[in-house]
């Protein structure tokens, strides 16, 4: 959510409305997610500083 926002954490008087936020979001990125084909293996990466 701070991503979104730019807020770590939300005054008193937006709690809620930041907790569902939260929760949209999450929701969301699950849907998206899980719509994803992954193919073959995990992807090989070089060592950082190679």
Same mark, same amino acid.
């Given at each position: 959510? &701070?991503? +979104? $926002?730019?807020? @770590? /954490?939300? /005054?008193?008087?937006? @709690? #809620? +409305?930041? *907790?569902? /936020? +939260?929760? #949209?979001? %999450? /929701? $969301? %990125?699950? &849907?998206?997610? $899980?719509?994803? *084909?992954? @193919?073959?293996?995990?992807? &090989? @990466? #070089?060592? +950082?500083? &190679?």
């Amino acid at each position: 959510m &701070r991503k +979104v $926002s730019g807020f @770590r /954490a939300p /005054a008193a008087h937006n @709690r #809620e +409305v930041f *907790d569902r /936020a +939260v929760a #949209e979001i %999450t /929701a $969301s %990125t699950a &849907r998206l997610l $899980s719509g994803l *084909d992954v @193919r073959g293996g995990p992807a &090989r @990466r #070089e060592p +950082v500083g &190679r």
